[in-house]
């Protein structure tokens, strides 16, 4: 046996439905986050048992649990020393009812009533046979999540390497100038957090390939078609949308003649593709994304004909202008475009970005805006909610995987507050594909 942290303000993810891609994701930030704050009385030392293979984590509810299962050993006739592996039961048993048939068949043959012991064993060889693909199946994760990780650590590389380029691509989000667009209404009472699951996350959000805008200023174009892609894959239509497309799209005083200046809100795009009669969005593969500049023509213009053969199209999205409304569009499962101004933690993060040793905004690069898709939210440990807030929201940038945990990080509430843009951020509730 051998010991493990495990953070008391996490949950069982599996519980929740969620993938092994999402589960790995948010125990990553999670683990980053208990060591580099040593949250030490917010851990526990546990032991770890085998089953099939599989690590489970021992605490005082499993420990009750094994005091029942020894019980119901004891009920069965099994040993009762220690509390047994599926596998052990299943192999204890299954001689002890061949032991039962061999006792029976032989009574029987005595009055001449034998009865066949087929039926008994085929069904304790299909209980054998779910335990071994279940084994096999543990295996065959722990295998991935080790190249997912190793896959995270060599693009964080890249990453560091290239965050000077990331930086120049950054531009102002021009603040939108509109009147009618829809605001969700919320409730006057206000949304406690310590009414929520420990976290929850947009459905599917995060098992989305992270993708990467390159040297241009087009984040908030990655932003809003993952928003679209994360409503569509919801509908099980799982589609990689254009952000070349969608990019020219959102920026109309620059779809007829070239523009010298970079960066653009993804309002225009939103109300674009709302308004249009039939799908506009294509598939990236038809309007292929661009990741170098081009000199005084931001949109790229004129673009692939390919461009004009869209497929999907936004619904209906609305305003979110504070946590309440925020974090009530997140448990809706509407991922929210969000806009930032950068602090140093936000570049070289390890899966969360927080207010601590941030005391203010800096005069260069690191000032100007990112747009990027919040997808969930997760509540923090006590200890830190008088400097961080109650939660973070869970989100996914547009750098690669190398950003963060897998291109992911959870930025806390206390600095979404210190460098939010001071405009509305947009969820999407509904997007249509052919």
Request: proline share 4%.
């Given at each position: 046996m051998k010991s493990t942290l495990i953070l008391l303000f996490s949950l069982s993810f599996s519980s929740y439905g969620l993938s092994n891609k999402s589960n790995l994701i948010l125990s990553e930030i999670q683990k980053s986050i208990a060591r580099d704050f040593n949250i030490s009385n917010e851990l526990k030392i546990v032991e770890e048992v085998e089953y099939v293979d599989k690590v489970v984590a021992k605490n005082k509810v499993e420990i009750q649990l094994d005091q029942i299962r020894i019980q119901a050993q004891k009920k069965l006739g099994l040993p009762t020393d220690r509390p047994l592996s599926g596998k052990e039961r299943v192999e204890l048993l299954k001689e002890i009812n061949r032991q039962k048939i061999k006792a029976n068949k032989e009574q029987a043959q005595k009055k001449g009533l034998a009865k066949s012991s087929n039926w008994m064993d085929s069904k304790i060889d299909e209980q054998q046979n779910w335990q071994?693909?279940?084994?096999?199946?543990?295996?065959?994760?722990?295998?991935?999540?080790?190249?997912?990780?190793?896959?995270?650590?060599?693009?964080?590389?890249?990453?560091?390497?290239?965050?000077?380029?990331?930086?120049?691509?950054?531009?102002?989000?021009?603040?939108?100038?509109?009147?009618?667009?829809?605001?969700?209404?919320?409730?006057?009472?206000?949304?406690?957090?310590?009414?929520?699951?420990?976290?929850?996350?947009?459905k599917g959000s995060l098992d989305l390939d992270i993708k990467d805008q390159g040297q241009r200023p087009t984040c908030a174009s990655f932003a809003g078609v993952r928003a679209i892609e994360i409503v569509l894959a919801k509908q099980n239509k799982n589609l990689s949308l254009s952000e070349q497309y969608f990019y020219f799209s959102s920026k109309p005083q620059c779809q007829t003649s070239p523009c010298q200046r970079g960066g653009s809100w993804v309002y225009n795009g939103f109300m674009r593709s709302k308004?249009?009669?039939?799908?506009?969005?294509?598939?990236?593969?038809?309007?292929?994304?661009?990741?170098?500049?081009?000199?005084?023509?931001?949109?790229?213009?004129?673009?692939?004909?390919?461009?004009?053969?869209?497929?999907?199209?936004?619904?209906?999205?609305?305003?979110?202008?504070?946590?309440?409304?925020?974090?009530?569009?997140?448990?809706?499962?509407?991922?929210?475009?969000?806009?930032?101004?950068?602090?140093?933690?936000?570049?070289?993060?390890?899966?969360?970005?927080?207010?601590?040793?941030?005391?203010?905004?800096?005069?260069?690069?690191?000032?100007?805006?990112?747009?990027?898709?919040?997808?969930?939210?997760?509540?923090?440990p006590k200890s830190l909610e008088s400097k961080e807030g109650r939660f973070c929201y869970l989100t996914a940038n547009s750098w690669g995987s190398g950003w963060g945990k897998g291109g992911h990080a959870c930025l806390s509430e206390r600095w979404v507050d210190q460098y939010r843009y001071d405009i509305p951020f947009l969820a999407v509730s509904k997007a249509s594909a052919k």
């Open positions: 071994e693909k279940k084994k096999a199946q543990i295996k065959s994760w722990e295998e991935e999540k080790k190249k997912i990780l190793n896959n995270w650590k060599v693009d964080k590389k890249r990453y560091q390497k290239e965050i000077p380029q990331y930086k120049q691509s950054l531009e102002e989000i021009p603040v939108p100038k509109t009147k009618t667009i829809k605001v969700k209404q919320v409730k006057k009472t206000k949304i406690k957090v310590e009414n929520f699951k420990d976290y929850h996350v947009v308004s249009s009669g039939d799908y506009d969005i294509p598939l990236r593969k038809s309007c292929p994304y661009v990741k170098t500049q081009k000199s005084s023509n931001d949109t790229q213009i004129p673009l692939a004909t390919g461009c004009q053969r869209g497929v999907a199209k936004l619904d209906s999205f609305y305003e979110v202008r504070n946590h309440d409304s925020i974090l009530k569009a997140l448990k809706d499962d509407h991922p929210v475009v969000s806009g930032f101004k950068l602090s140093d933690s936000f570049y070289n993060n390890d899966g969360y970005v927080f207010s601590t040793n941030q005391t203010k905004l800096a005069n260069d690069s690191h000032a100007k805006g990112h747009a990027i898709v919040l997808v969930g939210y997760m509540k923090l």
